[in-house]
């Protein structure tokens, strides 16, 4: 079976460099729709057997103009919480949290946003074991997930194989972007890479 995964599309808070998360959702940006669109045509002659989406409203947004089929939320997609300081300009975090900021981008194996309240990297995997191994085990061939950057990069690696050191060694997954997996037997294969239609 294959997973495609897609990143929503970029936003206003994603223009402006805020911290959007669990909690906090802006507007898809304009030019995004025509990015949306090269990935719907990208997707088309593919028959999914399911459509998961992360309930937050700009990955749920994403999916609707992706797809004509029906899309069910999937709480396990939702973006990584970053507590306190969703809603906050991503300079400003750095600048009161550096080391946390700079783990969460370039070391999440050194992660802890106790701090500030965020959710631990450990809870994040968690969300994604759970989903790729009912995906494992189904007899579905080709499911398509939508979901976010932070949370997208570290259980789509994680789910490939990738240590805690390795999870953000390509760098975080780009707006309208598809990464492919392909199960094999108890485990699943990253083919494809954050790849830009």
């Known amino acids: 079976m294959k997973i495609?995964?897609?990143?929503?599309?970029?936003?206003?808070?994603?223009l402006a460099r805020r911290l959007q998360g669990q909690k906090g959702d802006s507007p898809l940006l304009p030019e995004a729709l025509t990015e949306i669109e090269r990935v719907r045509d990208f997707?088309?002659?593919i028959k999914f057997d399911e459509i998961l989406s992360s309930p937050q409203t700009r990955a749920l947004t994403t999916a609707k103009l992706l797809t004509d089929c029906a899309i069910k939320r999937d709480q396990r997609l939702a973006e990584w919480n970053f507590g306190e300081l969703e809603g906050w300009f991503i300079a400003d975090a750095i600048a009161k949290y550096p080391k946390e900021m700079h783990d969460s981008r370039f070391e999440l194996d050194k992660f802890d946003g106790r701090a500030f309240g965020a959710e631990s990297v450990s809870s994040v995997l968690a969300r994604f074991d759970d989903l790729g191994r009912e995906l494992l085990h189904s007899e579905m061939d080709n499911v398509l997930l939508i979901g976010h950057g932070?949370?997208?990069t570290a259980g789509m690696r994680h789910l490939s194989g990738f240590g805690l050191s390795e999870l953000r060694a390509a760098g975080g997954l780009a707006n309208n972007t598809v990464t492919i997996l392909e199960g094999c037997k108890d485990h699943f294969e990253l083919k494809v890479w954050d790849q830009k239609l």
Do not use: C, D, M
């Open 4 to 14: 495609y995964f897609v990143r929503h599309g970029k936003t206003e808070w994603n």
């Open 43 to 45: 997707l088309a002659p």
């Open 150 to 152: 932070a949370s997208g």
